[in-house]
């Protein structure tokens, strides 16, 4: 499975915080906006608009924005191009934000795709407050009313590569409900196993034999 396409795409992606001056083309991305309009959402609401900012003011405008949400603000600013995804809460009023989330990790999986570096901004927050980003984002861009700004999304080429690492499998996953290693019953006292629960203890066997990236030296 490790030469899985997709899955290397995941694996490989990484939030990019400095990019060069290098174009995305046209091509690129009409094909990121693709996979976020492909993304799933409930009842195929499809709430989701996508800003497209080139100007380099606009993005120079929007990185100061994103400084009162993100460190990364400067970088961010210096992709050539930026995507704010907002969403119609009136489309889907209980799920809107885990929509407008699916689709912008859509956009990031498909920058990976092709060869380019995303971030992702979060923006969402507490209606009406005061100054906060996602009033000044939509009073830029000339959001509808209605619209909630789920992330900026800054895609380019990334400037520098970049590191990361992940917790190992064994931590994060668990048997048919929540289990701490002191939970965990002994060989002897536990019940027969049934074949999937057998297939379960396979895959959390292996994760726990399989190093973690930080004594591997191998950054996921």
Not at 38 to 49: D, G, K, L, V
Not at 63 to 68: A, D, F, H, P
Not at 101 to 126: F, I, K, M, R, T
Not at 145 to 152: E, G, P, S
Request: glycine share 6%.
């Amino acid at each position: 499975m490790n030469d899985n396409p997709t899955l290397q795409t995941i694996r490989d992606r990484r939030s990019v915080r400095n990019f060069s001056s290098a174009a995305v083309t046209d091509e690129q991305l009409e094909g990121i906006l693709e996979a976020g309009r492909w993304a799933p959402s409930a009842r195929n609401s499809q709430p989701w608009s996508f800003v497209i900012v080139r100007d380099a003011h606009d993005r120079a405008a929007i990185g100061e924005i994103l400084k009162r949400n993100t460190y990364a603000w400067g970088g961010f600013a210096t992709a050539p191009v930026m995507i704010v995804v907002s969403v119609d809460q009136s489309r889907d009023p209980e799920h809107f934000v885990e929509d407008g989330a699916v689709a912008a990790q859509n956009l990031c999986l498909a920058a990976q795709s092709l060869g380019l570096g995303s971030s992702w901004a979060g923006v969402y927050g507490e209606r009406g407050r005061k100054g906060s980003a996602e009033s000044a984002l939509k009073n830029l861009l000339g959001l509808p009313r209605k619209h909630r700004v789920i992330a900026v999304v800054p895609i380019g080429t990334a400037k520098h590569a970049s590191r990361t690492t992940r917790r190992p499998l064994a931590e994060m996953v668990h048997q048919d409900r929540f289990q701490s290693e002191q939970e965990s019953p002994s060989r002897e006292s536990a019940p027969a196993a049934t074949e999937s629960e057998d297939t379960s203890r396979r895959i959390l066997t292996k994760a726990r034999r399989r190093r973690s990236p930080e004594e591997s030296g191998r950054f996921l």
